[in-house]
């Protein structure tokens, strides 16, 4: 099983920027899928989930409305469109994968986790 995020990098505030997480090694279809993050110096939250269908997502209060969550199962990949960036935003971020199906916001219900990338957002 393999995830790998890809698409972090250094943004001003206000920019945009599109995590992409490739998987294999699992049905993808089958599989629910987060994003997390780990800003410096404090412990991994939430970011946003969506269900195995897709016909279900959450969002943290800090980023809805700027935060986007798809995938693509012809690609085995799972975006995070990121618009109006902040410098709170700034943190690893790492995709997730669980087995259930359902768009889980605890970082304990997942199985696979990528290793992360980095967002950086200069004011």
């Known amino acids: 099983v393999q995830l790998q995020a890809s698409g972090g990098g250094l943004v001003q505030a206000g920019g945009s920027l599109r995590l992409s997480c490739a998987t294999s090694g699992f049905t993808f279809n089958m599989y629910g899928l987060g994003w997390f993050r780990q800003p410096p110096g404090k412990d991994r939250e939430f970011v946003a989930a969506?269900?195995?269908?897709?016909?279900?997502?959450q969002h943290a209060d800090s980023v809805k409305g700027r935060f986007t969550i798809s995938r693509d199962d012809d690609k085995a990949t799972v975006y995070l469109q990121m618009n109006n960036l902040k410098p709170d935003d700034t943190a690893v971020y790492y995709c997730?994968?669980?087995?259930?199906?359902?768009?889980?916001?605890?970082?304990?219900?997942?199985?696979?986790w990528g290793p992360g990338t980095l967002v950086t957002v200069s004011s």
């Open positions: 969506i269900s195995w269908s897709g016909g279900s997502s």
């Open positions: 997730a994968a669980d087995r259930v199906g359902l768009a889980f916001t605890r970082a304990d219900e997942y199985k696979y």
